[in-house]
């Protein structure tokens, strides 16, 4: 018997990494899904990877007459809504604060901010019908911290935070629950996306990022999508039936500031250092 039987969840940005992974472990734990995302081929594959009871979508999360017959998809399709999840980002506008062009910046909040709005606004619209249902947002350890990600994904994702706790406490009240998942650094094509390059590349670069992000935290391991959509998959059970509101962090440790060792390095070189003694001037007799 699998966590989700039963259950019907909306899945946007779910054609790779780690919308995809959320999508493969929520229908092995039994969910019907609707599986959203731009690029409808993929959408397709991986649909037809997970059997009947997963429907592709061609959506674009800008659009917010897509988001919604999303949502009316799932209801019209498999009779009603139990889990949103809001995974469809980008890296966005890159670059100095002084370089940033206008649209870039209503591109990157659209995606990254506002369409999670929109995703919040539609499930609650079904969702409150049955007075139950949980939101799981994908939020980030940039969202909190700087020095992680480019200022304006980051400035967005402190948004989705915030948004999370906000509409937690209005649709907790009606027995949905909002939650976020903020991951570190994760081995997924949205690094190489950001750079402009095409699929096959943008995975490529992911493996090869995975020995870099084996040193960045404490556990010594790179993140994997698959720790991510775990996390959700906890989020959308009934194991966190009493959670509302939380930002689940899923980095390894990586936001918990200087590691030991650095530490360790660092009291290391305090404690042998011995000021050189200056010469002593010479003067003349």
Known sequence: MGKLDGRVAVITGATTGIGAETARLFAREGARLIIGGRREHLAQQLATELGKDVLPFRMDVSNEAEIAAAVDLAVHHFGRLDCM?????????????????????????????????LAIKHAARVMRVRRSGTIINTASVAGFFTGYAPHVYSACKAAVIQLTRSTATELGELGIRVNCICPGPIATPIFGSAFGLPTQ??????????????????IKRSGEATDVAHAALWLASDDSAFVNGHALVV?????????????????????????????PSSSAT
């Open 251 to 279: 980095d390894g440790g990586l936001s918990l500031g200087q590691s030991w060792s650095g530490l360790q390095e660092y009291f290391s070189r305090i404690l042998s250092y011995t000021p050189q003694q200056a010469s």
């Open 201 to 218: 590349q943008a995975e490529d670069l992911a493996h090869r990022l995975r020995a870099y992000f084996e040193t960045v935290q404490p």
């Open 85 to 117: 999840v809001n995974n469809a980002g980008y890296a966005g506008v890159l670059g100095p604060i002084d370089e940033t062009p206008a649209q870039e910046l209503d591109d990157t909040i659209s995606v990254n901010f506002r369409s999670f709005v």
